[in-house]
């Protein structure tokens, strides 16, 4: 197990002969450092480059992100990458290793407007890395068929997963569903690989995509300095839900759940922590609520918030409704290496992950819900035995080999996976 909290230089652990490698199996030529193209996420990607050049992980997001880790990924291979940014910032303190270039993607738009708006995306993103041509680009798995197929023959691709193609156990068997899923899926056998997020994210990759796929999956990796002291959890009173205040997620579920919860339990409490399009009716529906006074919306919270948040709570409730296309769901795991157990609905793919340490329960019925709280807060064996479990998470999400970065460099590589579990 390798262990280096919050060093950057640290973040991402490379195969021992990762230099044969880039070699005879990624095909750079020696002497001359490899090429990497990476489609970043919508966060501030710059913001985050510049504290991870500062020799920082960035404190805004509650986990190593996907970018610091990509950074790193550069540096300890001596490569130059070509980053594809949302927006147009570029870094205040430039480095020739790294180029930021802005390809905008239209999220507003809808119906037809959206398919004509990521197709002319996936021409853009396209273009952009066929002009800069890389050895290996990275790209989402969320993009339209022709953006794959308008890669050059000459540049790897490679795949980073982040959410899953259909609700987790709800695959559509309508026509139009599997036909625009096999299109998909041929698109991305063009991939030689991919890293993934989540257990069921890889799984439905090599349903659409074939077995043959090389996929790692990824253990998210926490900073040393959010992690609480950690303490004997001994029975579940107080309550925490963390995420997006939406309807389908689940967070009116777990109102209604709570009352009976409440009345047989005085001492229960319960945070709701989060914003969304549904703040205003989750207030209303609070003061209107019969445990009003055991109930407390926290509203957002910061990095620090979400783990000091995580260190009081004794169980995380994530209902996610069955509609929702979820790709992990972190919170469960940031809340085990806290060794805080959760509950999670039947859609949750980080259930898997998180093992032991977490109960599901159907998604969408709020009566199994119920029950399920209050068999945990009635037995605090049974209660003690999941945190118990939680514990063994933390571990997990310090060892940087498990990363992201670190299974991006396998895949890359070709080198021998690493399995968590």
């Avoid at 990624?26 to 510049?50: C, H, N, Q, S, W």
């Avoid at 930021?100 to 239209?106: H, I, L, Q, W």
């Avoid at 992990?328 to 793919?349: D, I, K, Y």
């Amino acid at each position: 197990m390798a262990q280096f909290p919050d060093d950057v230089s640290k973040a991402v652990v490379l195969p021992p002969d990762w230099q044969i490698r880039l070699q005879t199996h990624l095909k750079v030529p020696a002497g001359r450092a490899p090429r990497l193209a990476f489609m970043a996420g919508p966060g501030d990607v710059v913001g985050t480059y510049e504290q991870w050049a500062a020799g920082r992980h960035d404190v805004r997001v509650p986990v190593l992100s996907y970018s610091a880790q990509f950074y790193s990924l550069v540096a300890a291979l001596g490569a130059e990458a070509l980053i594809i940014t949302a927006g147009p910032e570029q870094p205040t303190v430039p480095d020739p290793r790294f180029h930021f270039v802005c390809v905008g993607r239209n999220h507003s738009a809808r119906g037809l407007k959206w398919h004509l708006a990521e197709r002319d995306y996936a021409r853009r993103l396209a273009t952009v890395i066929n002009d800069w041509s890389p050895d290996a680009v990275i790209l989402s798995g969320d993009l339209k068929p022709t953006a794959y197929h308008a890669i050059a023959n000459k540049t790897r691709l490679f795949l980073t997963l982040h959410g899953s193609f259909w609700p987790m156990g709800r695959r559509s068997n309508r026509l139009r569903n599997r036909f625009d899923q096999w299109r998909l899926g041929r698109a991305l056998t063009r991939a030689e690989g991919a890293v993934s997020t989540s257990v069921e994210c890889a799984r439905q990759f090599k349903i659409l995509a074939g077995a043959r796929h090389r996929v790692e999956t990824e253990m998210p990796q926490i900073m040393a300095e959010h992690l609480t002291a950690a303490r004997r959890r001994e029975r579940a009173r107080r309550l925490l839900f963390l995420g997006r205040i939406e309807a389908n997620k689940g967070v009116f579920d777990l109102l209604a759940a709570f009352g009976a919860v409440a009345a047989r339990f005085p001492d229960a409490r319960l945070t709701l922590a989060g914003t969304g399009s549904a703040d205003e009716i989750l207030t209303e529906a609070i003061d209107q609520h019969d445990a009003r006074e055991q109930i407390e919306f926290a509203g957002l919270l910061d990095a620090k918030g979400v783990h000091a948040a995580l260190g009081k709570a004794d169980l995380l409730i994530c209902p996610t409704q069955a509609d929702v296309t979820e790709g992990l769901a972190l919170v469960v795991l940031e809340a085990a290496a806290q060794g805080v157990p959760s509950v999670t609905s039947s859609v949750v793919p980080a259930a898997e992950t998180a093992g032991a340490a977490c109960v599901t329960f159907p998604a969408n019925d709020v009566e199994a819900l119920r029950t399920t709280l209050m068999r945990l807060m009635e037995n605090h064996e049974a209660y003690t035995t999941l945190a118990g479990k939680a514990a063994e998470i933390r571990p997990l999400m310090l060892d940087r080999s498990l990363g992201w970065g670190s299974c991006l460099a396998r895949v890359l590589l070709g080198a021998q996976p690493i399995h968590f579990r």
